[in-house]
T-cell receptor, first 115, second 110 residues
Framework: ETGVTQSPTHLIKTRGQQVTLRCSSQ?????VSWYQQALGQGPQFIFQ???????GRGNFPPRFSGLQFPNYSSELNVNALELDDSALYLC??????????????FGEGSRLTVL | EDKVVQSPLSLVVHEGDTVTLNCSYE??????LLWYKQEKKAPTFLFML????IEKKSGRLSSILDKKELFSILNITATQTGDSAVYLC??????????FGTGTRLQVFP
């Protein structure tokens, strides 16, 4: 148990739809990162939020957007879903990163299937 | 382009065998290298390596980093069926952003 919770755990959407995934970070953590893990691949960095502001973004199109709330929970939104968006979406929380050397605590993930 | 490469991609062994997993990297602004074990969904943290040549151990697992040659190895001795998982290597850059390799899938049979 890492104290990071994600919802929903599984969901199925069709192409063109929109999806919102949610993440509650571990208590006291102010940084949330989102990763996409396609089948048979390692996780890929989508973006990170630190104290409600985006703090870095990976190579993902603008239809991937996010939000962090004052309680440091976070949402990942994906618009105009494509088949290739099918993946496990992992949320990871940390406390500002540098001080603790970057140990991230991962949630169990949300598995998205796009038909 | 920053990259992390793991080998082998897949490994099948019998209980009691010793395995070595490899991870090489080319990442600017390198801070640390981390190993994770992923059994079903959430990767679980194993080791973080920052300095060259210092072995980290946890039970039957150990790992070491070579910052000159830009690689790390993860050793598992006396493997057990419970070690079956995907082992992910990741490099921490900037603050707390990670670049992952594709992972090594380890299967341990009785």
């Amino acid at each position: 148990e890492t104290g990071v919770t994600q919802s929903p755990t599984h969901l199925i959407k069709t192409r063109g739809q929109q999806v919102t995934l949610r993440c509650s970070s571990q208590s006291g953590h102010n940084t949330v990162s989102w990763y996409q893990q396609a089948l048979g691949q390692g996780p890929q960095f989508i973006f990170q939020y630190y104290r409600e502001e985006e703090n870095g973004r990976g190579n993902f199109p603008p239809r991937f957007s996010g939000l962090q709330f004052p309680n440091y929970s976070s949402e990942l939104n994906v618009n105009a879903l494509e088949l290739d968006d099918s993946a496990l979406y992992l949320c990871a929380s940390s406390l500002g990163g540098v001080k603790v050397g970057g140990e991230l605590f991962f949630g169990e993930g949300s598995r998205l299937t796009v038909l | 382009e920053d990259k992390v490469v793991q080998s082998p991609l897949s490994l099948v062994v019998h209980e009691g065998d010793t395995v070595t997993l490899n991870c090489s990297y080319e990442v600017t602004n390198f801070r640390s290298l981390l190993w994770y074990k992923q059994e079903k969904k959430a990767p679980t943290f194993l080791f973080m390596l920052t300095s060259s040549g210092i072995e980290k151990k946890s039970g039957r697992l150990s790992s070491i980093l070579d910052k000159k040659e830009l690689f790390s190895i993860l050793n598992i001795t006396a493997t057990q069926t419970g070690d079956s998982a995907v082992y992910l290597c990741a490099v921490l850059y900037n603050t707390d952003k990670l670049i992952f390799g594709t992972g090594t899938r380890l299967q341990v049979f009785p």
